[in-house]
């Protein structure tokens, strides 16, 4: 199938300059003051505006996009690090004030009213927000913020630790905690616990001061919080604050005791008189890590053939990708943690980024990623570019529904049939054990955000919520300064405020994804991907109803759900 691949090519322009080199903010101010200074006389003209400023959008959005990309690959690299940082510095700021003169000059038109209405109510309602919300005393701001915001992937890529004369990045070593030899496994926990812990009162320091930066920000904009002001800058128009704490409370009551239940099996079957946090990822039949691929290479082609297996489409997305060089996969040294799926909106090819170390949680983030990258796929040749930027809740769902749906196919990753019925049993755990950890996340943040606190009083906080969201089994006596600080691992709560309770609503619709699938087969895919197609050009409620699910994260269905899974989950035991 790969050879019949057809690279893409990038549109040809027809605003900006084919040769643009973006060294300075000279070379963009012209076409900024072009949109802003002209003449708009028709509603063709105003539509053609609106074209224009997408496509130069699109090509700074990809120009910034490969900055970072190739920053968080090698974050010794000084001179990537200046790239992104002047990109940062000297465009961003100057962005800001034009992209608001552009949208009063949208929104003012008198030529507005002869748009298809239908076709941009989601692009107008999020451009009026955004006139609503816009500072100019803000600008510097958010240059500090994301300078800011910066440092915590740079802490984080300096950790390592030594095992038997070996230096390992974090993720690395997290594998040994699937050793079957406990005395090992403390070891190497409280190692890993130990180099965190080096860092806490940085780490400390810096949220401290990002918190501090953003209810500036939110104070500017005329906002009581951080919290609120995110909800309007994030374009959250079809839930509320009280919808969130609805899903908190929902979480607690629905999920969390199977959890434990889980938990407490996991427990009993180890025989220990304690269950410690390195119980939690050792299989308790005794059984050594699953290891669904080695290296990167391997990882990218078994994943391309389980997308082709499941529909050919999703197949040739992933070997586009690797055909173009868009996947970097590997955990490497000097490699800023996590991974992520970056769109890259003029090519419409984006780019899979990774930290994989062999593991089948590796494998589960290959899929993820994939999920995303299909959606940007399906979603390049809209007209906007801001109908590619889809909600998180709706991107999330991409990601999350092909965890679920490509299990059928991890057949190619496992050619042992019990390792594969182990892989499949922990997905469709971790499906519902992803829950709490981002109720926890999300309203630790609410907390965060709507309460003056000290760094000691945020310690306080999460063990509160802990107590009431986290893993109610683990023994924490003699690890209670690790346990306080588990929310540091969180990049989110550093690089991308509130943007977590999305994964949980997501879970949901993934569940809800996946069990139509196995009732419709084909036709579930087929909605699936309708879904995906519409980018945002329809309200999150909208997309999910052409996905044939709800979006709704009420106590019922979220038990309704919990029970699917159990169901499953019976199936397969």
């Known amino acids: 199938m790969e050879n019949k691949i057809v690279i893409p090519t990038r549109p040809i322009r027809k605003f900006v300059p084919e040769d643009l080199v973006i060294n300075s903010w000279n070379k963009i101010k012209s076409l900024f003051d072009n949109l802003v200074d002209r003449e708009i006389s028709s509603s063709l003209e105003l539509e053609q505006l609106m074209l224009d400023q997408s496509e130069l959008s699109a090509v700074l959005e990809e120009d910034m996009a490969w900055r970072y990309i190739k920053m968080n690959i090698d974050t010794t690299d000084k001179e990537l690090g200046e790239q992104f940082s002047f990109w940062i510095k000297e465009i961003s700021p100057n962005t800001a004030p034009y992209c608001h003169k552009l949208n009063l000059k949208l929104v003012n038109s008198p030529y507005l009213k002869d748009l298809d209405q239908e076709k941009y109510r989601i692009y107008l309602r999020s451009v009026k927000k955004q006139i609503e919300i816009f500072r100019e005393d803000n600008i510097p701001l958010f240059t500090t913020m994301e300078e800011k915001q910066q440092e915590y992937g740079a802490i984080s890529a300096k950790m390592s630790i030594e095992v038997d004369g070996e230096k390992m990045t974090m993720q690395k070593a997290a594998l040994l905690l699937k050793s079957t030899d406990r005395a090992k496994r403390e070891a190497i926990y409280n190692k890993i616990s130990s180099r965190r812990l080096q860092d ?213 990753f496992y050619d042992d049939a019990a390792d594969l019925k182990r892989a499949r049993l922990e997905q469709l755990e971790k499906a519902l054990e992803t829950l709490p950890w981002v109720a926890s996340i999300d309203k630790f943040q609410h907390w965060i955000y709507t309460n003056k606190h000290t760094a000691q009083q945020r310690k306080e906080k999460w063990l509160e919520i802990s107590a009431e969201l986290g893993n109610q089994i683990i023994d924490w006596e003699g690890n209670e300064n690790v346990h306080a600080n588990l929310w540091q691992k969180q990049l989110h709560l550093y690089e991308v405020p509130f943007y977590y309770i999305e994964y949980g609503m997501a879970q949901l619709g993934a569940i809800a994804m996946w069990r139509s699938y ?54 397969l035991s």
């Open 518 to 571: 196995k009732q419709l087969g084909e036709q579930g895919l087929d909605n699936y991907m309708n879904a995906l197609k519409l980018g945002y050009t329809k309200t999150i409620g909208e997309i999910y109803e052409t996905a044939g699910i709800k979006f709704d994260f009420s106590a019922s269905y979220v038990k309704e759900l919990a029970d699917f899974i159990k169901d499953e989950l019976k199936k």
């Open 200 to 412: 806490e009162k940085v780490l400390d320091d810096l949220f401290d001061e990002l918190i501090s930066l953003r209810q500036q920000i939110a104070k500017n904009a005329g906002f009581d919080n951080y919290r609120d002001y995110m909800f309007a800058a994030m374009g959250r128009f079809d839930y509320t604050p009280k919808d969130c704490f609805n899903f908190h409370d929902a979480i607690a009551k629905e999920i969390v005791p199977i959890i434990n239940s889980f938990e407490q099996k996991r427990k009993n079957k180890l025989g220990n008189e304690s269950y410690k946090p390195w119980d939690t990822a050792v299989d308790v039949d005794g059984l050594p890590p699953l290891k669904p691929f080695d290296g990167g290479t391997e990882l990218t082609d078994l994943s391309i053939e389980c997308f082709n297996r499941l529909r050919p489409y999703f197949g040739e997305c992933l070997s586009t990708m690797k055909a173009m060089k868009h996947l970097d996969l590997e955990s490497k040294k000097g490699k800023s943690p996590g991974g992520f799926m970056y769109p890259l909106y003029e090519i419409g090819v984006p780019f899979i980024y990774m930290n994989a170390v062999g593991s089948q949680r590796d494998l589960v983030t290959m899929v993820h990623e994939g999920g995303h990258a299909v959606h940007s796929f399906l979603s390049r040749d809209l007209s906007l570019t801001e109908f590619k930027s889809t909600p998180s809740e709706v991107a999330e769902l991409a990601s999350m529904a092909m965890e679920l749906l490509s299990m059928d196919h991890w057949d190619v």
